[in-house]
């Protein structure tokens, strides 16, 4: 039974770095089954999904926020983490992180962390 809990700061100043981390009991990062999943759901919209990284180490993001995006994993630590760099208010959302067999993270199928809410003001 794998879980899935996200964590870091619920509030960023415009500019600045996100960095939220995900950390996973019951199963490895590094499966090959699985890919490990960024996702957020800014207030009164749809989920957007952010990006991933695989059981190698290979990474994939949405192109309209690639540019300010990483996703990195911490094996000894069995974690993955966001980071989301010159943050601005349209950057408020709630935060989830997920495995799925795909790069797209089902809600049905996959696991996911219970979400954290990240607001950007200064």
């Known amino acids: 039974q794998v879980q899935l809990q996200e964590s870091g700061p619920g509030l960023v100043k415009p500019s600045q770095t996100l960095s939220l981390t995900c950390t996973v009991s019951?199963?490895?990062?590094?499966?090959?089954?699985?890919?490990w999943i960024w996702i957020r759901q800014p207030p009164g919209k749809g989920l957007e999904w952010m990006g991933a990284i695989s059981g190698y180490g290979s990474t994939w993001y949405n192109p309209s926020i690639k540019s300010r995006t990483s996703i990195s994993r911490d094996t000894s630590k069995n974690q993955f983490t966001l980071q989301l760099s010159s943050v601005t208010p349209e950057d408020t959302a709630e935060y989830y992180c997920?495995?799925?067999?795909?790069?797209?993270?089902?809600?049905?199928?996959?696991?996911w962390g219970q979400g954290i809410q990240v607001t950007v003001s200064s």
């Open positions: 997920a495995r799925d067999q795909t790069l797209e993270a089902v809600k049905g199928r996959g696991s």
């Open positions: 019951g199963g490895s990062i590094t499966s090959a089954d699985y890919y």
